[in-house]
């Protein structure tokens, strides 16, 4: 697991994908690549039309549709390798001095990250793509997929870049979470960042425990850290505890239950993301 890999489109969230994934490789003194996936909506397949437009069809119509077809295609290759010069060109820019790559791919971004795993140190995405631009609070119809299928660290981007000063542990003790502080606690990404704790529930002397090793394990890798446990829903008490201290990152476990209670009572993950204000580390 050696790169930074951020995921880039036509959309506007592209300029801020590039700008986090070059602070990540920075802190990280990670080696960055850009992805462009063209996806199969956007290139065409081989098709004969000629049974559809029937026997009285001219040839020059055919032609003339595989041609257009074949500029489309060409098109929107050339599109994305400019997109692609221009991201690199921006984290040179940005102050990126591990080496910078592109990849242009054809097919399924899931599948293609799939493929890409075990070369991904850090994926960075927007919440929302170029097809869900106006889209509010909506998230991408990629994002999503990408999420559940990744086993690796993947960082979910507002629209707009701020360099991260303090971030916001979500902890419940799990041992997803517990994996979350002992990444941040060894991770280059967050060195010298005030990190916060954050624990919803009820006030038990097994929470404070929890906690406890949490702040000790933190403090223990040089981190200054506040620990706090809070009732309440999750989301609500997150995002209002984002508020109030001025939070830039939250890093939390990505849907930790099964697919049939997420269905009855909803994915806290998934809402987090559409209503976070700032970039989601989301780890499995």
């Known amino acids: 697991m050696t790169h930074v890999i951020a995921c ?20 990280m003194d990670a080696p960055l690549n850009f992805l462009h996936v063209l996806g ?3 290139y065409p397949v081989p098709t004969d039309l000629s049974g559809n437009i029937g026997l009285g069809s001219r040839e020059h119509l055919l032609q003339e549709l595989a041609e257009l077809d074949e500029k489309r295609s060409r098109l929107a290759l050339e599109q994305g390798r400019l997109m692609l010069d221009a991201a690199k060109a921006r984290a ?20 293609t ?3 890409l795993e075990n070369d991904i140190r850090l994926l960075v995405m927007g919440r929302q ?11 991408g119809s990629h994002l999503e997929n990408v999420v559940r299928t990744l086993h690796r660290p993947i960082l979910v981007i ?58 000790t394990t933190l403090e223990g890798a040089g981190f200054e ?26 890093v939390m476990g990505a849907y ?9 009572v909803g994915s806290t993950t998934t809402k987090l993301i559409r209503q976070s204000r700032v970039p989601l580390l989301l780890l499995r």
């Not at 592209?14 to 700008?19: E, G, K, Q, T």
């Not at 793509?129 to 998230?139: F, T, V, Y």
């Not at 971030?167 to 005030?194: C, N, Q, W, Y």
């Not at 930790?256 to 009855?264: A, D, Q, W």
């Open 158 to 215: 507002p629209a707009d870049y701020s360099e991260p000063q303090r971030i916001l542990i979500a902890f419940d003790g799990s041992a997803t979470t517990r994996k979350a502080v002992e990444m941040v606690a060894s991770s280059p990404l967050f060195h010298g960042l005030p990190c916060h704790v954050l624990m919803v529930g009820a006030d038990k002397a097994e929470a404070h425990e929890q906690l406890n090793w949490a702040r």
């Open 40 to 42: 199969r909506s956007e």
């Open 113 to 115: 990250l799939i493929e």
């Open 92 to 111: 040179v820019t940005d102050g990126v001095v591990s080496p910078i790559t592109s990849r242009q791919r054809h097919g399924e971004l899931v599948d």
């Open 8 to 27: 880039i489109d036509g959309s506007s969230i592209a300029l801020a994908v590039c700008d986090y994934a070059a602070w990540a490789s920075r802190q």
């Open 256 to 264: 930790g239950h099964s697919k049939i209670r997420e269905f009855l």
């Open 225 to 250: 850290v506040t620990a706090s446990l809070r009732a309440g829903q999750v989301e609500d008490v997150l995002c209002g505890y984002r508020t109030e201290h001025d939070i830039d990152l939250i």
């Open 129 to 139: 793509g170029e097809r869900s631009d106006s889209a509010g609070e909506h998230i």
